[in-house]
């Protein structure tokens, strides 16, 4: 009657790890599907914006530029008017290339560049290197955009600090894998910066790993911080 009881254990252990995995697998699948569904939303509605509202704007701007009104009061007006026009336009745009990021289709790396120069714009005392290599492969839209997703988040989080890093970007692709790392240096040592996002860095790698089934590490060494992240060509 023990060794039957004992069989018995095993078998219910055996069949819960098994439903468990299940259960996992399923929610995974689903969790990529629903980010599939809602980046391919947002990427119709910035093909959207960019093909209706900022052409509109554009339009608008330009007809102020050429106005031949020789006032004075009309003048100032049409200055009000025209840098009121190139904030929304300007607004327009960075909600655009959020919602649908240029060369997305085309290369993950030359998309980061893109992000990069858009957070220069904005921190100008920002500094940022970025190398891709020519044979990149690029996998599916909806790869490309996790991994994008992640790396902005990672600016984000970064870059919410007064102390301005510089940020090295290294993209590198295998026969199966692609890889991506960044070197982040700041100008202090990192002990609260650190202790102040160590949650969301957590979560942020849990988020890499479960959605695209990769690797992602996290390092750091005195001012200096190193994020390694590895995926499968699909």
Partial sequence: ????????????????????FAYRYQTQQALIWWNDRLWRRM?????GIRNGLLQESFV????????????????QQDKYYL???????????????????????????LTTKHILESWKSRIPDLNFNINSPSNWHQESYNFSRIVLMVLDE??????????????????????????CT?????????????????????????????????????????NTEIWYFKWKCS
């Fill in 1 to 20: 009657m023990l060794i039957i009881g004992e069989k018995i254990v095993v078998i219910l252990c055996v069949t819960s790890l098994f439903w468990s």
């Fill in 182 to 222: 960044v070197e982040i240096i700041y100008l202090e040592l990192l002990s609260k910066t650190v202790s102040k996002n160590k949650k969301e860095f957590s979560c942020l790698q849990n988020t890499f790993k479960y959605l695209t089934c990769g690797k992602c590490m996290h390092k750091r060494d005195n």
């Fill in 154 to 179: 990672l600016l984000q989080i970064t870059l919410s600090n007064s102390n301005i890093p510089s940020i090295s970007i290294n993209f590198k692709s295998q026969q199966y894998f692609n890889e």
């Fill in 60 to 75: 608008m701007r330009r007809h102020l530029e050429l106005s031949s009104e020789n006032s004075i009061e009309s003048q």
């Fill in 83 to 109: 840098a009121t026009i190139e904030k929304f336009h300007y607004l327009l745009k960075e909600l655009s290339d959020y919602l649908s990021p240029a060369h997305i289709d085309d290369s993950l790396p």
């Fill in 43 to 47: 990427c119709r509605e910035g093909e």
